[in-house]
């Protein structure tokens, strides 16, 4: 049971840092396309705070705690939070590609683990969030072609 709440802890620190990378990038976004992609970020950091709460709360029905430092979240995140800058057009959509390419890889993972495990209820919420990173990222590869 440790090992999942630290698997989940792990996928958690993920969703923050990402969210915080989209909240830089709905911020800092230059161009002609502001308006479109400033919008369209704001869609993403609200869908995945809510998965996050999802995720913590599962932690919490497994008896574990979820971690809510933010220096705990960054050491242990893969996704590395970027700094405050500005972004163009190519900028975000290459960072929205390469961020959503590694969190659907990296849910996949988990949802083999939970799947194996017969935790359904983990799965669940993995295949929603698997859900709409996929769909999203059809449609960020389809605007870089
Ligand atoms: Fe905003």
Request: glycine content about 2%.
């Given at each position: 049971?440790?090992e999942?709440?630290?698997?989940?802890?792990?996928?958690?620190?993920?969703?923050?840092v990402?969210?915080?990378n989209l909240y830089n990038?709905?911020f800092?976004v230059?161009?002609?396309?502001?308006?479109?992609?400033?919008k369209?970020l704001?869609e993403?950091y609200?869908?995945?705070?809510?998965?996050y709460?999802d995720?913590?709360?599962?932690?919490?029905?497994?008896?574990?705690?979820?971690?809510t430092?933010?220096?705990?979240?960054?050491e242990?995140?893969?996704?590395?939070?970027?700094?405050?800058?500005?972004?163009?057009?190519?900028?975000?959509l290459?960072?929205?590609?390469n961020?959503?390419?590694?969190?659907?890889?990296?849910?996949?993972?988990?949802?083999k683990i939970?799947d194996d495990s017969?935790d359904?209820?983990t799965?669940?919420i993995?295949?929603?969030?698997l859900?709409?990173?996929?769909?999203?990222?059809w449609?960020i590869k389809s605007?870089?072609?």
């Amino acid at each position: 049971m440790e090992e999942k709440i630290n698997i989940l802890n792990e996928y958690l620190s993920n969703l923050k840092v990402e969210n915080d990378n989209l909240y830089n990038l709905h911020f800092n976004v230059i161009g002609s396309s502001f308006m479109g992609l400033h919008k369209k970020l704001q869609e993403y950091y609200e869908h995945l705070a809510l998965f996050y709460d999802d995720i913590a709360e599962r932690i919490k029905m497994l008896n574990g705690y979820p971690i809510t430092s933010l220096n705990k979240m960054e050491e242990i995140s893969t996704i590395k939070s970027m700094k405050s800058m500005d972004f163009n057009f190519n900028q975000v959509l290459e960072i929205l590609n390469n961020d959503f390419n590694f969190l659907v890889d990296y849910t996949k993972n988990l949802i083999k683990i939970f799947d194996d495990s017969q935790d359904y209820y983990t799965t669940n919420i993995l295949n929603e969030i698997l859900m709409y990173l996929e769909k999203e990222l059809w449609m960020i590869k389809s605007t870089l072609k």
